[in-house]
């Protein structure tokens, strides 16, 4: 009999569920698995399957825990339950229920205080590679407090630590795996000493205590008679234990999750607890979201012709959106010509009435934001940078901005060229030419640096670049890049991006060598890149736009090649260019007719021998003006506008306000505060 003739006071919670949500929401008893592709209403499945249950009788609410993997995603689970007259059911976070419970029983079962919980590893780490005679420096003891955190949740114990992962293809950069493995030892020792544990530790130590006392397992599978898992791609060995023994034998589990968008595998996620649920559970209903309500038809065929060749396949999205613009893939001569391409586009899309707030734009690594920061500042566009700091505020472009102003006042670096200066500073922070092999913080802030170094090489070409002017240039980035923000564009990685959504995405830097990354060597490694391209493509509801660049600087050899995932997806044009990527249109010196090489050159659009086509008096007028402007902001002249904006405008000699924005580092914040002020000079 329904729910509704048994209730028929109760309102129909099922009704605005399409068929497959609604077969979720009815079935009640598991086990249950629930294959949701992106964009097709998991959350709304699950939350009302749940209402389902409490509002028929079926569950009583305190009894239900509902899990998922972030405080954000189980405090809107906690929201809609709310509404839908079940908010006495648990939803929390693995971690969350497992401290929970450690709190409770571990006092009873030991007689003592519950360990302290602490969230940062790296000082114990300092303390434990001190013991070995070795030295780290933050960045290594990060990436040594990720990979604990991989072998901990993966249930590797320090004496088996070297053996599996050697066989996994794990590393830390610098140092072998039994070198890590005493490491991982020593700093479990001075964990203990010091009476404290780590987030890992909450699950193993819950997972302990439910194995090793039956009356303690007894008590919580009493209390907890019915299980919901969102996002079961990520669970982890030791999260799947915990699950288990949550569970003690009894099979009312629903899980909830998409293979495709497994990207945290290096990080302990296994997704063969979603795949083989069924090989777990032979008598489980298993069924698939397929209706997409995020995206437009054109990005849902786009992401499914990704997948479709691959073993990351998850479910056939099928579009439920009116059809919108058609996915576009772009080839650009060099990362500089791609940020400002992309920022244009910002910039139209802002003009045309798109908030800024419903803009991403999604790369591979936290190094490639710099050049979107830029080409968007100069422009007066507000931004965001998701997951990590904007570039000038990472720690160690800061650090490396400081010496370099050192050494420039110094003059220490006098006589050296520029970029043989700036590699020899940021050598002595441990900047190297050849990349790290690992991933992780040590890569990241290599990465970091190595911007730099390209920024240098590209500002060599310009008149009177020394190391002086050259911090100065990177001084007026940082200060262009700093402007206070509202509704401004999201900038991320792919894994910052994944739970978001936005009308409008840009995926960009999507080049063989940055996706997949080059430390991607097994089938694995690189199918899980594909994965993250998935998941950045779906992010997009309605505009989504794919680009990469040919040459890493301007100037630079055109050598790179579309990412090899984007094969089954280029129309024929762009597969045509990338074959051939020295037949694109070469800049061109408006003066001479000669190909420009430097970024120097292509953004005055001459070379640099050329003599300047630019009404030389006005140029000095616009100088005397930005001077004494300057001093009345009290900050430095180039943060105004770099000479090379005032060349443009003495060339141009723009009329109008929309003329004024079609300079290159003209953005419209500069024209409201400085337009009159230059019009008036050129009248």
């Given at each position: 009999?329904?729910?509704?003739?048994?209730?028929?006071?109760?309102?129909?919670?099922?009704?605005?569920?399409?068929?497959?949500?609604?077969?979720?929401?009815?079935?009640?008893?598991?086990?249950?698995?629930?294959?949701?592709?992106?964009?097709?209403?998991?959350?709304?499945?699950?939350?009302?399957?749940?209402?389902?249950?409490?509002?028929?009788?079926?569950?009583?609410?305190?009894?239900?825990?509902?899990?998922?993997?972030?405080?954000?995603?189980?405090?809107?689970?906690?929201?809609?339950?709310?509404?839908?007259?079940?908010?006495?059911?648990?939803?929390?976070?693995?971690?969350?229920?497992?401290?929970?419970?450690?709190?409770?029983?571990?006092?009873?079962?030991?007689?003592?205080?519950?360990?302290?919980l602490t969230e940062s590893k790296i000082g114990m780490l300092a303390s434990a590679t001190r013991r070995q005679r070795?030295?780290?420096?933050?960045?290594?003891?990060?990436?040594?407090?990720?990979?604990?955190?991989?072998?901990?949740?993966?249930?590797?114990?320090?004496?088996?630590?070297?053996?599996?992962?050697?066989?996994?293809?794990?590393?830390?950069?610098?140092?072998?795996?039994?070198?890590?493995?005493?490491?991982?030892?020593?700093?479990?020792?001075?964990?203990?000493?010091?009476?404290?544990?780590?987030?890992?530790?909450?699950?193993?130590?819950?997972?302990?205590?439910?194995?090793?006392?039956?009356?303690?397992?007894?008590?919580?599978?009493?209390?907890?008679?019915?299980?919901?898992?969102?996002?079961?791609?990520?669970?982890?060995?030791?999260?799947?234990?915990?699950?288990?023994?949550?569970?003690?034998?009894?099979?009312?589990?629903?899980?909830?999750?998409?293979?495709?968008?497994?990207?945290?595998?290096?990080?302990?996620?296994?997704?063969?607890?979603?795949?083989?649920?069924?090989?777990?559970?032979?008598?489980?209903?298993?069924?698939?979201?397929?209706?997409?309500?995020?995206?437009?038809?054109?990005?849902?065929?786009?992401?499914?012709?990704?997948?479709?060749?691959?073993?990351?396949?998850?479910?056939?999205?099928?579009?439920?959106?009116?059809?919108?613009?058609?996915?576009?893939?772009?080839?650009?001569?060099?990362?500089?010509?791609?940020?400002?391409?992309?920022?244009?586009?910002?910039?139209?899309?802002?003009?045309?009435?798109r908030s800024l707030s419903e803009v991403a734009v999604l790369f591979r690594i936290n190094a490639q934001s710099e050049?979107?920061?830029?080409?968007?500042?100069?422009?007066?566009?507000?931004?965001?940078?998701?997951?990590?700091?904007?570039?000038?505020?990472?720690?160690?472009?800061?650090?490396?901005?400081?010496?370099?102003?050192?050494?420039?006042?110094?003059?220490?670096?006098?006589?050296?060229?520029?970029?043989?200066?700036?590699?020899?500073?940021?050598?002595?922070?441990?900047?190297?030419?050849?990349?790290?092999?690992?991933?992780?913080?040590?890569?990241?802030?290599?990465?970091?640096?190595?911007?730099?170094?390209?920024?240098?090489?590209?500002?060599?070409?310009?008149p009177g670049a020394e190391l002086n002017a050259f911090v100065d240039d990177l001084d007026r980035r940082a200060a262009?890049?700093?402007?206070?923000?509202?509704?401004?564009?999201?900038?991320?990685?792919?894994?910052?991006?994944?739970?978001?959504?936005?009308?409008?995405?840009?995926?960009?830097?999507?080049?063989?060598?940055?996706?997949?990354?080059?430390?991607?060597?097994?089938?694995?490694?690189?199918?899980?890149?594909?994965?993250?391209?998935?998941?950045?493509?779906?992010?997009?509801?309605?505009?989504?736009?794919?680009?990469?660049?040919?040459?890493?600087?301007?100037?630079?050899?055109?050598?790179?090649?579309?990412?090899?995932?984007?094969?089954?997806?280029?129309?024929?044009?762009?597969?045509?260019?990338?074959?051939?990527?020295?037949?694109?249109?070469?800049?061109?010196?408006?003066?001479?007719?000669?190909?420009?090489?430097?970024?120097?050159?292509?953004?005055?659009?001459?070379?640099?021998?050329?003599?300047?086509?630019?009404?030389?008096?006005?140029?000095?007028?616009?100088?005397?003006?930005?001077?004494?402007?300057?001093?009345?902001?009290?900050?430095?002249?180039?943060?105004?506008?770099?000479?090379?904006?005032?060349?443009?405008?003495?060339?141009?000699?723009?009329?109008?306000?929309?003329?004024?924005?079609?300079?290159?580092?003209?953005?419209?914040?500069?024209?409201?505060?400085?337009?009159?002020?230059?019009?008036?000079?050129?009248?």
């Open positions: 009999m329904a729910a509704q003739e048994l209730f028929p006071q109760m309102p129909d919670l099922l009704s605005a569920l399409d068929p497959e949500q609604r077969q979720v929401a009815e079935a009640l008893r598991g086990p249950v698995r629930v294959l949701a592709g992106a964009g097709t209403g998991k959350t709304r499945a699950i939350t009302h399957r749940i209402a389902h249950g409490v509002a028929t009788g079926v569950y009583a609410p305190t009894e239900v825990l509902a899990v998922t993997f972030t405080t954000r995603a189980a405090g809107e689970m906690r929201a809609r339950l709310r509404t839908m007259g079940a908010a006495s059911v648990q939803a929390r976070t693995f971690h969350s229920a497992a401290l929970r419970q450690l709190r409770y029983f571990w006092p009873r079962v030991h007689g003592t205080e519950l360990p302290t070795l030295s780290a420096d933050q960045a290594l003891l990060r990436d040594l407090a990720s990979e604990i955190e991989w072998a901990k949740v993966s249930n590797v114990h320090p004496d088996d630590y070297a053996r599996v992962a050697r066989a996994r293809g794990r590393a830390v950069s610098g140092h072998d795996h039994d070198t890590v493995a005493r490491i991982f030892a020593s700093y479990e020792e001075v964990k203990r000493a010091q009476g404290r544990m780590d987030m890992e530790d909450v699950l193993l130590l819950t997972a302990g205590l439910l194995d090793g006392d039956e009356r303690v397992a007894a008590q919580v599978r009493r209390q907890y008679k019915w299980f919901v898992v969102d996002e079961f791609q990520d669970v982890s060995p030791i999260q799947w234990a915990l699950l288990r023994l949550w569970l003690g034998g009894r099979d009312e589990l629903c899980v909830v999750g998409d293979p495709a968008q497994t990207i945290y595998s290096f990080a302990g996620a296994d997704a063969r607890y979603l795949r083989d649920f069924r090989t777990e559970y032979p008598q489980a209903v298993s069924i698939d979201l397929v209706r997409n309500y995020r995206s437009t038809p054109e990005v849902v065929e786009a992401a499914n012709t990704l997948l479709a060749p691959s073993s990351s396949r998850g479910v056939e999205l099928r579009a439920q959106r009116p059809s919108g613009p058609t996915v576009s893939y772009t080839p650009r001569a060099d990362e500089v010509a791609e940020a400002e391409a992309v920022a244009a586009q910002v910039a139209r899309l802002r003009d045309s009435g050049a979107f920061e830029e080409a968007l500042a100069a422009r007066g566009i507000p931004y965001v940078v998701r997951g990590a700091a904007r570039f000038f505020d990472r720690a160690e472009v800061r650090e490396a901005v400081t010496r370099l102003r050192g050494a420039a006042r110094s003059g220490e670096a006098a006589g050296d060229g520029l970029v043989e200066s700036v590699t020899g500073i940021l050598a002595g922070m441990g900047w190297t030419p050849t990349a790290p092999t690992a991933r992780g913080q040590t890569r990241d802030r290599w990465e970091s640096w190595q911007a730099l170094v390209d920024q240098a090489a590209e500002f060599a070409a310009t262009e890049q700093h402007a206070p923000v509202a509704d401004g564009v999201t900038l991320a990685t792919f894994h910052a991006a994944k739970g978001l959504e936005w009308d409008s995405v840009f995926l960009c830097g999507l080049q063989d060598g940055t996706l997949p990354i080059t430390y991607a060597e097994s089938p694995a490694a690189v199918e899980e890149e594909r994965r993250l391209l998935y998941v950045g493509m779906t992010r997009a509801r309605v505009d989504l736009a794919l680009s990469w660049s040919l040459a890493r600087s301007p100037g630079g050899r055109a050598s790179r090649k579309p990412s090899r995932f984007l094969d089954p997806l280029l129309p024929e044009s762009a597969r045509a260019e990338a074959q051939q990527p020295r037949s694109r249109k070469v800049a061109r010196c408006r003066e001479c007719g000669r190909p420009l090489s430097t970024g120097a050159e292509k953004k005055v659009g001459r070379c640099a021998d050329c003599p300047a086509s630019y009404d030389e008096e006005l140029f000095e007028r616009l100088r005397e003006w930005r001077k004494a402007r300057a001093g009345e902001e009290g900050k430095p002249a180039f943060v105004v506008f770099t000479d090379a904006t005032l060349q443009l405008i003495a060339e141009h000699k723009p009329r109008t306000p929309e003329a004024l924005l079609r300079i290159n580092g003209i953005g419209r914040s500069k024209v409201e505060k400085y337009g009159d002020d230059v019009l008036d000079l050129v009248g």
